[in-house]
């Protein structure tokens, strides 16, 4: 048996914690044995539909209670897990079963586990060949076992949130799922006695999967589950269910945290207690030195504590975690930016300097390494720009796309993440952006976040919802544009008022103009399903 999924077996028949799930209407909680009967029940009902040893299979889920068991069925029959996305109420149905298929076919799945709010589509898959089954049905299948693992079984295929449309899955050893567990539980001082994980994160992306779901359900930990349906709907619920289970571990992306600041400020004093929250993780996209301040100013009266907060970097390559800054709280590097951009040099910044505020990301976690090179591949020294590399057991061996697998890692197996940073002197990690986001002006490096931070401190335009487009790439002089939403988008008049302070705001951010600015309805600007800028996605809505 695989260490992961002995582990996890483990973990149900002697851990007297469990999964809280059905907040704040129907409030449920069952221990990790609970959660592992009714997967043994699931395992049976998959094995009657012929589900075996390096099958895949996806889940199109909306509820904690019924994923958990789920995953665990699919790994005790020795298969693949697969969380699809998950279509809106605005979703074009059609498009999204087409997109489906192409990632079902992709990965060569078996059968897709559905419930609600899903069980509709299930006749658009029928019609697109998928075998769809409940979790109701699967749930009254008999008792079954768990079969044999190995540690180089694939036991996650995880749809990556890339800039493309075109479908990538990471395939996620049970290996990797063991070092990546302990390296967390080892990095976060976690106490199995005293530590309750809240999490609101959506369950087919690997922050929430990985982090809030699969690590506790293998290693025993007190985990609080809501959607991120429950959260939009109420974002002061995320604070009340730290209160009333006394969380200690939470994690949202940067835009999360500043809508709970937002609300906290509305907030009576005594409207909820954060003192008990000891690691507030920030991660999976950028994150802006200002909100997390803000957080910290708005949370003061709640109890929540500054170093509490704990910015991260990871990637589903590397199974979640690279590093985690849980010791020192927030720590921001500021450099120079004119060295930064010219020079490829994280220069602490000297009085008086033009200088860029950067979040340290913490040191890597434990049974991993990195590194950072030049366009060459030559390792750079401390505080280098270049492009960050890691290796060892936690990292993924590969992809699988529709044109077949493909390596993580190069023969060495270092991982190219595709992101641009350096380590400080004390061996935390900062990363400036996604290398291929880059804007090369002028023998500078502008990166495209510093652009968006400056448009977004645009009155009228909407938190979260700025872009930077590079435009002319590798044709002639690089340029770039901006898109910003605005419910002011169809007023002449504050469009171009927007517009005029977004071109003053990014210059006097970055000293170069963008050669135009979009202003966009609401929910206009693509994102991918964990909320990320979807750039190169973005160009045809500036009109050039």
Known sequence: MSRFTDEMY???????????????????????????????????????????????VGILAGQPVEIAPSVQAIWMRGGSVTMLHQPTPRTNLAHWAGETQTVVEMIKARAVIISAPFEPVAPILAEKGITAVSVADLQEGPDAA????????????????????????????????????????????????????????????????????????????????????????????????????????????????????????????????????????????????????????????????????????????????????????????????????????????????NTRRLVTLGPLVPNLEGRVVDNEGNELRTRGVGTIEVRGPAVSPGYVTIDGEKPTQDSEGWLNTGDIGYFTENGHIVVCGRAKDVIIMGGRNIYPTDIERAAATVSGVRAGASVAVRIDAGDRRESFAVAVESKAHDDP????????????????????????????????????????????????????
């Open 10 to 56: 483990a973990t149900a028949a002697s851990s007297p914690t469990g999964l809280v799930t059905g907040e704040p209407s129907a409030p449920l909680r069952q221990s990790w044995n609970e959660v592992h009967q009714v997967a043994r029940k699931m395992a049976g009902g998959l094995a009657e539909l012929g589900i075996g040893p390096g099958d895949a």
């Open 146 to 353: 768990p079969l044999e693992t190995a540690e180089e079984d694939i036991a996650l295929q995880q749809l990556t949130s890339g800039s493309t449309g075109a479908p990538k899955a990471v395939r996620i050893t049970h290996g990797n799922f063991y070092t990546n567990t302990h390296a967390m539980i080892d990095a976060a001082h976690y106490d199995f006695d005293t530590d309750v994980m809240v999490s609101w994160l959506p369950l087919f992306h690997d922050m929430g999967m990985v982090g809030f779901l699969t690590t506790p359900m293998q290693v025993g930990c007190e985990s609080v589950n809501v959607t991120p349906l429950d959260f939009l709907q109420s974002p002061l619920l995320w604070a009340d269910l730290i209160t009333k289970y006394r969380g200690t571990i939470t994690s949202a992306p940067n835009f999360a945290w500043a809508l709970l600041a937002r609300r906290l400020r509305q907030a009576p004093n005594d409207y909820c207690d954060l003192s008990s929250l000891r690691v507030a993780m920030s991660g999976a996209e950028p994150i802006d030195p200002d909100t997390m301040l803000d957080l910290l100013e708005a949370g003061e009266r709640f109890g929540l504590k500054p170093e509490a907060l704990a910015p991260a970097y990871g990637m589903a390559e590397t199974t979640l975690a690279i590093s985690m800054a849980v010791d020192e709280g927030m720590t921001i590097d500021e450099v120079d930016a004119d060295l930064l951009e010219a020079m490829f040099s994280a220069v602490p910044a000297q009085k008086g300097a």
């Open 493 to 544: 008049e504050e469009v171009s008022r927007i517009q005029h302070e977004v071109v003053h705001a990014v210059f006097a951010e970055v000293g170069v103009r963008p050669r135009t600015v979009a202003v966009l309805a609401p929910g206009t600007v693509p994102k991918t399903p964990s909320g990320k800028l979807r750039r190169s996605n973005s160009v045809n809505l500036v009109g050039l």
